[in-house]
């Protein structure tokens, strides 16, 4: 035992040879209960630095993805989709309001032909009463033979001709009646589709247009908070580090108090053997005093790290616990950003793809307006062959009525009344032809407008088409790239959230293990008692009670040097 306590430079003095043992065996006992105290913290202070390196390594990774998802979302390559999306919608806007235009020139170009069309149909009306004046004046014309007794002059004939021909007209109006009238409901349905069509388009994607220029507002509006996201999480990021820093200084305080912990244990196992040579009656009773004074000073470096040792555990638990918080808050500010992100983008896209849509249906429209120009036009040109008809009906009425005229002058005063009748053939036949020119012109001029439609439609169809798909591809391209940026924000706040939540549960598990703090200050406190109450009785019976007291007079008693108590300190 002479290596572990002597003193040097000391002048000798008598001492006691023989003393009973204080301390009664508590020595190993203490010894055991800081060896068991140093074990633990060691044990701890081990399983917690083992893992900082995986913590700092995981916490940068999530950092990184939520700063992605975040970027994503706030990146220019966002921003320059939304600037695209919004030339866009001004595009479509601009081809909306040139389609509006059209739509309402054509609305009017029909409504002019149903015009002529109902013109033709008064026109074919009036005819149709033509027919039947001559139908009652060829009846008329017979009467008048019959009534004077005889057919010299063929008035017979000629009555039979006026009814011929009456009945002719009658025919040729009634099928002209009926394909007007046909013209005219077609027409007529042509005209409801295309006001229908431009009220939808006035309602409907005035409204769709609208509500995708305030989302793209809205979306342009989440990418500038999103950058204040971003930088949420930097910051974020940053604290994270910054904790995880305080653990590695919380836990250099905890590596020196395991040190100071192992030297105290070492120091107070040193005074064993001459504690248990006192209890056999060997050891100096002056040796007593020496341990008692040195067992104060270990006493006070205990509790001197008590609550530095306890407090640096607190602070690696807090530390890890705001590392927690912050990586919850980052996965909160990250999934605002998707969910916000997500609904807009897919508000826009179903807004964008309605527009398209319609803009399809509009395309089709007027496809549609121009094939049923086309039979349109056929069809008025089929009939304005019959006006040759007509026209040869009314010569034949005209030389009928001049044939009347002559025969009635030959035949002097018998035939008066057929003088009558023939200026009233003459008059019909004028009518005829009034009726006959009037219907012409006025389908000529629904021909030439339906004409006019189908040459405007197919002359800027396939020009508009090529526009409207190039629109609608580039559309595409804009959203698609939205898409892809929705979807890689998706996949890197799933990895955040999964990575996040195993990251906290590990931490939890972590503090959760440690128990240092919440043990050291009971065992100190007692060790650190138990040594004070019995070196102050050893101090206390050998008249110093001071354990500061100067012991230059205590002599070297060869039991090797004894560390002073200010040999220890802690930091």
Known sequence: MSDIISFTGRQAVDVPKKCQDPWGGTLPQLCVRLDELHLLAEREFLSVGSRLVEFSDRAGKISEMALSAAGVVSGDEVRGSIAGIRAMIEKIHQ????????????????????????????????????????????????????RTGSDRAGFMDLGEEISLLSAEIASV??????????????????????????????????????????????????????SDNARQIVDGAGKIRENIAGVVVSMQYQDIGCQVLEKVRNVLAGFCSPAAELASGEGECRLDILIARQSVGQSRTLLGIRDKMAESMEN??????????????????????????STFLRDLGTGMSSVTDFLSR????????????????????????????????????ELIAVNASIKAAQTGSEALG?????????????????????????LDEASALAGRIRQDIETTAKGKEARLDQMIRDLGVFLDALRYRQEKVMSLLEQ?????????????????????????????????MKLQRIAGQILEEAGCANPDEPYDEIADVGLGELPGRGDIEFF
Not at 362 to 381: G, L, P, Y
Not at 506 to 524: C, L, R
């Open 95 to 146: 081809y909306l309001r040139e389609a509006e235009d059209e739509a309402a020139l054509n609305l009017q170009v029909l409504e002019t032909i149903l015009v002529f069309l109902d013109g033709i149909r008064k026109n074919l009306t009036a005819l149709k009463e033509t027919a039947g004046k001559l139908r009652m004046l060829g009846l008329t014309t017979k009467i008048q033979s019959i």
């Open 418 to 442: 057929m003088g009558v009748i023939a200026r009233a053939i003459q008059k019909t036949a004028e009518e005829s032809n009034l009726y006959r020119g009037s219907l012409l012109h006025d």
């Open 362 to 397: 509009v395309m089709a429209s007027n496809r549609a307006m121009s094939e049923n120009m086309t039979s349109f036009a056929d069809t008025v040109n089929s009939m304005s062959k019959f006006i040759g008809d007509f026209e040869r009906i009314s010569e034949e009425v």
């Open 173 to 226: 109006t009634a099928d002209l009646m009926d394909e007007s009238g046909k013209l005219f409901d077609f027409v007529s349905s042509v005209h409801t589709k295309v006001k229908a069509l431009a009220v939808a388009q006035q309602q409907q994607v005035s409204l769709i247009i609208s509500g995708s220029t305030t989302v793209l507002d809205s979306l342009e509006r989440l990418s500038m908070k999103s």
């Open 316 to 341: 690696v638990i807090s530390s890890l616990q705001l590392v927690v918080a912050h990586v919850d808050e980052m996965s909160k500010v990250a999934a605002m950003v998707q969910r916000n992100s």
């Open 496 to 528: 955040l959230d999964s990575g996040g939540k195993a990251f906290s549960h590990d931490i939890d598990a972590t503090i959760n293990g440690i128990s240092i703090h919440n043990t050291i200050g009971i065992v100190i406190d007692d060790v650190s």
